[in-house]
Every structure is written in structure tokens, then in C-alpha cells.
């Protein structure tokens, strides 16, 4: 955490000084704004939190509940939904909070005694070691409360508009504002009432029966398996040994039970099988009572006993998968012809099971892919065609989840006498665990993501996958980090430079990309930073040198890695790092030894991999999608 830079500060360094549009922020949503989110779930809540950081954006978010929301709903949270919560800064807040999800334990009619169950196998959530992160239970309300605090504590103070529902919106041809939003609000003093706003963007984060996917004229598309779950967050007790695990349940007659242990040591959740579904009578299973749904769990744990005594959420769903073919207001035929204005995010845009632990983590991901993009496209920083970027990425990741989530809830539903195999759901659960984690998105090549060329450079840094970190030591202080851990969601490009074997200092390939960096047009931080600004303001330089931190002279070290920052123009120490022994960074990531330059995006996914030497490509490359400043 870097503050000081500006001034002493004696309070809460995690309150950011309000700015721009935070200074006097008026209680009341205004007529005009830049971003208008609708939608106060995972995805805009995550959207908006990016966007609060850049004091001179007017973000509104509005949602039609009354307040925030308490029950229900998404539990499971991802090691790479992790991994973001920590660019936001509040990972080690929700994971002291959370329940640890550390193996998933396998039962199964017991082949003596079919009736009852037994337990088959166990297997680590985790057993390759794909991040340092865990997987974790937390209510999706206490995910949106931490997302809700990092809006607060930022420069623009933003905070949801409750009790605001969407109602439509026209698409103008021209002016600055082009979408004028309809809203009514749904509570309050002002309930009934009729509002329009005017924005520039929109952002549609309004659930599966999304009105903003409506009005743009988005249809999903896709299928129900016809087989109902039946979902319960209880407080019980029961003589099931595994009671505080992660357990796939499945029985010989009464179908199957994903239990998943939830956060305070005693809430667990049960996704209990209702079986198929009569596509004619589909009133009929929604009808199902939390009663019975208990009593039906209570056969698939024989020979265990389940004595429920407090129900804090029920609800009763089938498993749908459907995907919108478009995440944006231009149609198929259009791509290319114009910019988008309105954007689909989360169940807006894509559903599937509740069982997969996807719904929540993914919908993340869009509004942390959407957020920055707006930003830099509003600031100046990139062409309104960057905005294109965001329907072409996340709408073949929601092709691939509903792909990986009809495979996850068949397995799941088949009965263990059907299977071809007496170990198929365990296998099944091995191989979708890295995706199911996060970790198997991957770009395709665009403006903002590179060609694979130079992957052998970095073969852990993976060109369209997310930034790995590891471990480095920072030079300034001895303080051996985990360098990715450093990042924050403020909006910055990031460029990890790996050095080459020469010291600090010394004519080399590393001293004369610093000199590119400090002098060229082309630079990120001489060419593409408006000189009004900290050096480091748009573009956060990494230097990872080979030798150990007490080899490294600071006093060496080229200048651009040591930017002059803040009021005051003090040094910024934190951009030097040094190989950690016995657990070197160029041996982990497969850095060659020659060096390279590892370009990452705002929200920490690769965009390119380069030669020290390859600055002509690198400045070609950022001018694909960014304006010159100087």
C-alpha cells in the first residue's frame, strides 16, 4: 500500500482523498453521467468499484432493491476471483471471514449395502498448486458489502442509487449522451416516480431476466436439462462426518447432494437433486418445499442422520445454460461499423448452474474486463474501438462455461449404477478443477493481446492468460513478496521487466530499453503518459534483476525504475526487485536468461511477451490501442 506520496497522512491509508466528481457528491442521482450501471450484483458492483477510482469519470450504479442485499444467493469464490479481490484489496479481509474449501470428499452407495453411503476418496482442491490463493465460501452479500466499502473509500465516494428500476432506453445517433435511460423508482419517498438519465455508456448488470438485454434486443440462447435442484443454507445437526467439507453425495435410489460448508463453522449449503422435470408441469417443482427437499436429503445420507433447525435461504431451480451471442448493442452484422454503447455483464449475458461455483466468479470477471476499458476510453487514453474488445473477449468465455457446466451438472446428476466408469465423477472433478478455479481463461490475439511469438521468453506467463505471480525480492528493503500481490485495480498497464545477467548499471540490453523508456515517443511512460502526471501514473514498471537483492546497486539502477512521484517528487523504491534465493522467479516462470518484457493488462491478464531488445514492436503495439499524449 503506497501512500505518504502526497503528504503525511494520519488516518485510514485505505480512505483515498476524494477527488473530481467525489467532492461534494451529490446525494441525488444527477440527469447527466458518464457510466450508468444497472445493477447492483457481482458484476457491477465489481465494474463500478474499478470505475471509482478515476476521480474524473461520473459513474452511477443503480439497483432496484431497497438497500443491500442480506440472504441467498452465490456462495463459492474461486482462487482467481481471489486473486482479484486482492487488486482490490480486501482478500485477506474475506478470506480470514470465508470458510477454507481445501478437498472435496466422494460418496457413494456402499456396494455391500447399496441403501447407505459411504465415503470413496478425498481429493485436494488445488493438488497442483495453480495459486497461491484459496477457494472459499462467502455469501455473495458480504462480497458485494467489501466491493461496496473499496466504492466508498475511493476518490469518486461512490455508492449505489437504491430503489431505482430499469425501465428502457433509446440510443441517439449523435451528442455527447447519447442513451437516455428510463427509471422508475421502486421505493422510497419518490416511489412510482419517473426519472431519465442521460449517459454516455451503460452498463447492463441486471440479472438473468436482464430489461438493459432486452432493449438492445440480446437473446440467449441455449437449453434447460430438465432436472431440478433444490438449494438450502442450513443450520443442522448431524452425525454426517463430513459435514465441514466440500462433498459430492451421490446415492443408490434418492439421487444426489453438493454439499458445500459455509462461512462461521456451522452454515452449510445443500444442493439437493429433485430429479427430472416434466417440461410440461415445470410450475409443479418449483412448488417443492423446503420440507421436503429436507426430507429428500435426509434419504440420500442414510445411514446419517440431518436434524434441521434453522433455514437462513431456500429456493428451488433448474439447471439452464444459456448464452447471448452478442455482449454489446451492435449487432453480428455490424461489428466493426461502429462502437458500442450499452454493454450486457454477468447472468445478463450468460447462465448456467449453481453447482459448477462459476455464476458469481465469472461475472467478476466481466465487470473487471469492462471497467478499465471504459475508463481509458473516457479519459483519452484509447479509441473508442478498445470498447469493442470486451464483447469479442467475454462472450466466447460464456461459450466456454456453459461447455465445461453441462459437463460438471451431468456428471453430477447421473446415477452411480450409469456411470462407465466406478471413479468417473472423481476423474470428471480432476479435470475441470483448473478451469472451475479460473484459471484456464485465455485471450486470442486482438489490439490488446499479442501474438505468442516470443512465448518461450516466459513460458509461465502464458500470452492471454492471467498474470502468475511469485516470488521476488524488493531490493529498497530485503522484503521477499509476492510480486503480482503488489498490483492494484487503479486502471495501470503493467510491464515486468525481466533483466538479462549484466548488473545494474552496466551497458546491456536492460540499460537500453530503460533509455527507450525515458526518451521515445513511443515509450509508455515518455510518449504515452501526459507529462502532467506521475512518470508512473498510466504504467506500472517492474525491474526483476538475476543477482540477489544485495547484489543490486540502487544507485544503478536506471531512473524509469525509479520514478520521481507526488507532490513532493519523492522516489517511488518500490518498482526494483531481485531474484529470491531458493525460489528464483526466472527458474519459476521459466524466464530466459536473456531477459524479456512481460506486458500486463489493468485486469491482470498477459497482453505480450518480448526481447529486451524488441522495442520497436512493443511501442507498435500500445499504439494499436493508445493515444499518444505528448
Not at 502526497?6 to 485505505?14: I, K, L, M, T
Amino acid at each position: 500500500m503506497k501512500f505518504h506520496h502526497q503528504g503525511y497522512v494520519s488516518g485510514d491509508p485505505r480512505i483515498q482523498p476524494a477527488a473530481g466528481v467525489g467532492i461534494d457528491r451529490p446525494a441525488d442521482l444527477p440527469e447527466q453521467v458518464d457510466v450508468l450501471i444497472v445493477g447492483a450484483g457481482p458484476a457491477g458492483m465489481l465494474a463500478a468499484a474499478q470505475l471509482a477510482q478515476f476521480p474524473d469519470i461520473n459513474t452511477r450504479i443503480v439497483d432496484r432493491r431497497s438497500g443491500r442485499l442480506e440472504v441467498g444467493q452465490a456462495d463459492g469464490i474461486q482462487p482467481r476471483s481471489v486473486e482479484t479481490f486482492q487488486a482490490f484489496g480486501f482478500a485477506d479481509r474475506i478470506v480470514a471471514e470465508g470458510c477454507l474449501i481445501v478437498e472435496t470428499a466422494f460418496w457413494k452407495p456402499d456396494p455391500q449395502a447399496p441403501a447407505r453411503i459411504v465415503r470413496t476418496s478425498r481429493v485436494l482442491e488445488d493438488p497442483n498448486g495453480v495459486s497461491e490463493f484459496p477457494h472459499i465460501t462467502v455469501n455473495q452479500a458480504r462480497v458485494l458489502d467489501y466491493f461496496a466499502e473499496a466504492m466508498a473509500n475511493a476518490p469518486t465516494r461512490m455508492r449505489p442509487d437504491w430503489g431505482l428500476e430499469f425501465q428502457g432506453l433509446a440510443i441517439a445517433d449523435t451528442g455527447e449522451h447519447p442513451v437516455t435511460v428510463t427509471l422508475v423508482h421502486s421505493d422510497g419517498p419518490h416511489k412510482g416516480q419517473t426519472r431519465r438519465v442521460r449517459a454516455r455508456y451503460v452498463v447492463g448488470a441486471d440479472g438473468a431476466h436482464s430489461r438493459v438485454r432486452g432493449a438492445i434486443g440480446c437473446t440467449p440462447s441455449g437449453d434447460t436439462s430438465n432436472h431440478a435442484w433444490g438449494v438450502m443454507d442450513v443450520l443442522a445437526v448431524t452425525d454426517f462426518p463430513d459435514i465441514r467439507v466440500k462433498c459430492a453425495i451421490q446415492s443408490d435410489a434418492d439421487g444426489s447432494i453438493l454439499l458445500i460448508p459455509r462461512e462461521g463453522g456451522h452454515m452449510v449449503r445443500f444442493y439437493v437433486d429433485l430429479g427430472d422435470v416434466d417440461p410440461a408441469a415445470r410450475a409443479a417443482v418449483r412448488q417443492t418445499t423446503v420440507e421436503q427437499t429436507i426430507a429428500r436429503a435426509q434419504k440420500i445420507l442414510h445411514p446419517y442422520t440431518l436434524d434441521v433447525r434453522e433455514v437462513a435461504w431456500y429456493s428451488v431451480y433448474e439447471v439452464g445454460h444459456r448464452v447471448c451471442d452478442r455482449f454489446d448493442d451492435v449487432p453480428v452484422e455490424q461489428a466493426g461499423t461502429r462502437t458500442p454503447r450499452v454493454f450486457i455483464a454477468g447472468d445478463a449475458s450468460h447462465t448456467h448452474s449453481a453447482k459448477a461455483g462459476q455464476g458469481m466468479n465469472v461475472s467478476m470477471q466481466d465487470g473487471f474486463n469492462l471497467g478499465w476499458k471504459l475508463a481509458h476510453v473516457l479519459q483519452g487514453r484509447s479509441p473508442a474501438r478498445l470498447l469493442a474488445t470486451y464483447s469479442a473477449e467475454r462472450q466466447r468465455i460464456g461459450e466456454d462455461i456453459i461447455a465445461f457446466d453441462k459437463r460438471w451438472a451431468s456428471i453430477m446428476a447421473k446415477p452411480p449404477g450409469q456411470a462407465q466408469d466406478a471413479s468417473e465423477l472423481e476423474q470428471g472433478y480432476l479435470q475441470i478443477t483448473e478451469f472451475a478455479q479460473g484459471f484456464m481463461t485465455q485471450y486470442q490475439p486482438s489490439i490488446i493481446t499479442g501474438p505468442a511469438q516470443h512465448q518461450a521468453l516466459a513460458t509461465g506467463y502464458p500470452v492471454g492468460k492471467r498474470f502468475r505471480s511469485a516470488v521476488a525480492t524488493r531490493v529498497a528493503d530485503g522484503a521477499a513478496l509476492q510480486i503480482g500481490h503488489e498490483a492494484r485495480a487503479d486502471g495501470r498497464w503493467r510491464l515486468y521487466v525481466f533483466a538479462d545477467a549484466a548488473p545494474a548499471g552496466a551497458d546491456s540490453p536492460l540499460k537500453s530499453l530503460a533509455d527507450w523508456l525515458t526518451q521515445s515517443p513511443q515509450s509508455p511512460v515518455h510518449g504515452l503518459t501526459p507529462s502532467r502526471l506521475d512518470p508512473n501514473a498510466w504504467f506500472d514498471l517492474k525491474v526483476v534483476y538475476q543477482q540477489e537483492h544485495t547484489a543490486v546497486d540502487l544507485g544503478q539502477v536506471p531512473a524509469v525504475f525509479l520514478p520521481r512521484i507526488g507532490a513532493h517528487g519523492l522516489i517511488d523504491y518500490e518498482g526494483v526487485y531481485a531474484s529470491t534465493p531458493g525460489n528464483d522467479i526466472f527458474e519459476a516462470r521459466g524466464i530466459d536468461r536473456q531477459g524479456a518484457i512481460v506486458l500486463v493488462r489493468p485486469d491482470q491478464y498477459v497482453a505480450h511477451v518480448l526481447p529486451l531488445t524488441a522495442t520497436d514492436a512493443l511501442g507498435a503495439f500500445l499504439a494499436g490501442f493508445m493515444k499518444a499524449q505528448r
